[in-house]
């Protein structure tokens, strides 16, 4: 089934600012959702990542948007399917970040360790860390009235 332009627009924006996790970082749903402006999507976001291409034949795919770098907003890995989460920890443990598992093979990670939540992506900075124009328009960025 095609996107609406809005719908792609969102896939597009939440594997963009997917993109810019730092490697050894994790961050929530919710964080990705807040970060786009649209609080209330978190688990839209979780719907784009379940959608992630797996072929490297399209621009957004599993080798070019760390997905395993999103997790649930508590620390834990959410389950998608059959050894997803095992899947995920381990690609995390490449990383480096320290996943620890309890006794009903729930994983975690220590968000205040790994997190990640700027209150703004680093594209929306410039090289004085003020917000960029191009992206937020003049006058958020203390352009022009």
């Not at 995920?88 to 490449?94: N, P, T």
């Not at 205040?112 to 209150?119: L, M, N, S, V």
């Not at 929306?124 to 003020?130: P, R």
Request: charged residues 25%; glycine residues 8%; proline residues 6%.
């Amino acid at each position: 089934m095609a996107r609406t332009d809005e719908a792609e627009w969102w896939f597009n924006a939440v594997y963009e600012a997917i993109q810019q996790i730092p490697y050894g970082k994790v961050t929530s749903y919710g964080h990705i959702a807040r970060l786009l402006g649209q609080p209330q999507r978190s688990r839209q976001v979780g719907i784009c990542l379940k959608h992630l291409p797996s072929s490297p034949d399209e621009y957004y795919n599993n080798d070019n948007v760390p997905w395993q770098r999103v997790i649930n907003s508590k620390g834990m890995i959410s389950h998608r399917g059959p050894g997803s989460a095992a899947r995920q920890a381990e690609a995390l443990e490449q990383e480096g970040v320290i996943v620890r598992s309890d006794s009903m093979n729930e994983f975690y990670v220590d968000m205040a360790r790994f997190g990640w939540f700027p209150d703004r992506l680093p594209n929306e900075e410039d090289d004085e860390g003020e917000l960029d124009a191009s992206i937020v328009g003049d006058d958020a960025a203390g352009g022009a009235d």
